[in-house]
C-alpha cells in the first residue's frame, strides 16, 4: 500500500504552466510505475502520463505529447507533471496513480490513486 497526495493544482490562463507534485509515502516507491490521469466533468477518467520505475521510459496521451513532461525523484518520494502550455481543454481534476505489474507487464498487482487536485485553464 502507498499513500499518494497531489499538490500544485490551481486557476491559470490559456498558453501558461502548471507544476503538479505527487508525494508517496510507502517503503517500495520505486517499485511503482507512476502516473497522471485527468478527469473533467462529465467526461471518462483519461491517461495523461507515465514514466518506469527507472525513470528510463515515459508515455504521454497525445493531446499533451510535446507540452506536458513527467518526471519521478525516487530519492524523495515524488512524481511530478510540468505542463506547459496549456489549453482549456486540459481542465480538469488530475489524479496520481502508482501501480505494480507483474513479470510481463500485461496485469495490474496494484493500483493506488491520489484524492485529485483540480487545473482549471481560463481561456
Known amino acids: 500500500q502507498v499513500q499518494l497526495v497531489e499538490s500544485g493544482g490551481g486557476l491559470v490562463e490559456a498558453g501558461g504552466s502548471l507544476r503538479l507534485s505527487c508525494a508517496a509515502s510507502?517503503?517500495?516507491?520505486?517499485?511503482?510505475?507512476m502516473g497522471w490521469f485527468r478527469q473533467a466533468p462529465g467526461k471518462e477518467r483519461e491517461f495523461v502520463a507515465r514514466?518506469?520505475?527507472?525513470?528510463?521510459?515515459?508515455y504521454y496521451a497525445d493531446s499533451v505529447k510535446g507540452r506536458f513532461t513527467i518526471s519521478r525523484d525516487n530519492a524523495k518520494n515524488t512524481v511530478y507533471l510540468q505542463m506547459n502550455s496549456l489549453k482549456p481543454e486540459d481542465t480538469a481534476v488530475y489524479y496520481c496513480?502508482?501501480?505494480?505489474?507483474?513479470?510481463?507487464?500485461?496485469?495490474?498487482?496494484?493500483?493506488?490513486w491520489g484524492q485529485g487536485t483540480q487545473v482549471t485553464v481560463s481561456s
Open positions: 514514466i518506469s520505475w527507472n525513470g528510463g521510459t515515459t
Open positions: 496513480n502508482a501501480r505494480i505489474f507483474n513479470v510481463d507487464y500485461d496485469r495490474v498487482l496494484i493500483s493506488s
Open positions: 510507502g517503503r517500495t516507491f520505486s517499485s511503482y510505475t
